[in-house]
């Protein structure tokens, strides 16, 4: 114990507002407090060196504080180690480890709010049955195999691949091996003096394994399987939302669709319940486009495009291809004009898709991944045309005038 308790006195609040401010057990903020939680249990060691004063000593009553707020925080933990027991329940392995860290946890907390030999005796019995860093480790290696790593397979299990499912498992694994660092870090300073090898050794590990996840990030992000969910995800909209307006169901799964883990960008279109291709035609590749028509009282297209280099100079491109044209026909379908209009497009620039709605439909347009200072409209281009009236011929009875009518015409990067 040093001389000076103000010191003690410092360190235990300091270790205070640390588990005041953060919620739950970080890698990264115990990372940057290693020094001082291992000096810490070196304190503990010390004051259980002491004789237990016969008045209150202020000391301890600040560890009883500091034994609350850490029992706070594991109880907040064990929804961690629960969601890993319930999702993982084919492997034993999570149902020990859990077992493992709250006996553990327990125990160090009786070292603070009961220091004395026994206490910390038990607490040292147990870290030399059951290693915090033996088990962390052992943790880790449970996540190079894609049966055994509950990250891989809640995305495995998620159709859409959204950032949600992976942020949340990201931040269940870092709040986990927190723990351990932190038990390792605590019980060096009360048995190997600060010797630091095995938090510095956990540390590292912990390092390689964030680069990974990192890597794991990306590896979504360039997969792209979440389209294959996206369907589903239209006609679930389309079914559950029908009180929504258009509006609300577009900014609904804009939302959604920002979620998956995607490089694609992404255009959504919701208009009116209507049909034949006198109000609507599209163009597109088929591994590109997803359409769902006359349900849930409305129509929703969703197109996807691969280009992510230089979208602004192509959206230019398609803008100048759907606004220069010859005035566009009044035709009771659009179904071979939306070809041709395709065709144009694709002479001018990179054009995976085309698509002329009647404006009185209601349009609600939204775009996702997308940079608005390159592209402020989307990953593409679209205009409101007027196209022109057309007179049609009954022969010696004469004729009569159809006007022209008010279309969104749009067109997306392929």
């Known amino acids: 114990m040093p001389d000076d308790l103000q010191y003690v006195t410092n360190t235990i609040t300091m270790m205070n ?25 070196s304190l503990v060691k010390d004051i259980i060196s002491m004789a237990k004063p016969n008045q209150p000593n202020p000391v301890l009553l600040k560890l009883e504080v500091l034994d609350r707020k850490i029992g706070e ?52 019995n147990e870290c030399e049955r059951t290693p915090p860093l033996r088990w962390a480790l052992e943790f880790i290696s449970q ?3 894609e049966s055994t790593n509950p990250l891989k397979m809640a995305m495995k299990a998620d159709p859409l691949k959204t950032r949600q499912t992976f942020n949340k498992w990201r931040d269940i694994i870092d709040g986990v091996l927190a723990q351990f660092l932190f038990l390792e870090t605590y019980l060096n300073g009360m048995f190997w003096d600060s010797n630091m090898y095995g938090p510095n050794n956990l540390k590292g590990r912990i390092e390689n394994l964030k680069n990974d996840m990192n890597q794991w990030y990306e590896d979504y992000h360039d997969q792209n399987e979440g389209w294959n969910g996206v369907r589903k995800l239209v006609e679930d909209t389309q079914d559950d939302c029908e009180h929504m307006n258009n509006a609300q169901k577009a900014n609904k799964l804009q939302v959604d669709l920002d ?8 255009y959504v279109l919701v208009y009116n319940d209507c049909g034949g291709y006198g109000n609507h035609a599209f163009s597109h590749e088929d ?60 002479k ?27 592209v402020p409209n989307g990953p593409g281009a679209f205009t409101y045309v007027q196209t022109s009236d057309r007179y049609v011929s009954n022969g010696f009875l004469g004729g009569r005038m159809i006007r022209g009518d008010k279309f969104l015409v749009i067109a997306g990067i392929r």
């Open 17 to 41: 507002d640390f588990i005041g401010i953060h919620a739950r057990f970080e890698t990264k903020i115990i990372m940057d407090r290693m020094l001082a939680l291992s000096g810490f249990g």
């Open 73 to 124: 925080l594991s109880r907040k933990m064990s929804y961690l180690f629960d969601d890993l027991k319930s999702f993982m329940v084919a492997h034993n392995f999570y149902k020990k480890f859990a077992s493992t860290a709250s006996t553990l946890m327990k125990l160090m907390q009786d070292t603070i709010s009961n220091p004395c030999g026994h206490s910390k005796g038990i607490f040292k």
């Open 143 to 145: 996540l190079e195999n």
């Open 259 to 266: 979620n998956i883990l995607s490089n694609n960008a992404f």
């Open 287 to 346: 591994d590109n486009f997803i359409c769902s028509f006359r349900r849930g009282k409305c129509n929703v297209v969703v197109y996807r495009t691969f280009r992510f280099h230089y979208r602004g100079h192509h959206a230019g491109i398609l803008r100048n291809a759907i606004e220069s044209r010859p005035p566009y026909p009044t035709v009771d379908s659009y179904e071979d004009f939306i070809d041709t209009l395709r065709s144009e497009a694709g």
């Open 348 to 374: 001018k620039g990179e054009c995976g898709f085309v698509g002329i709605i009647r404006a009185n439909n209601n349009v609600a347009i939204k775009w996702v991944n997308c940079d608005p200072n390159d």
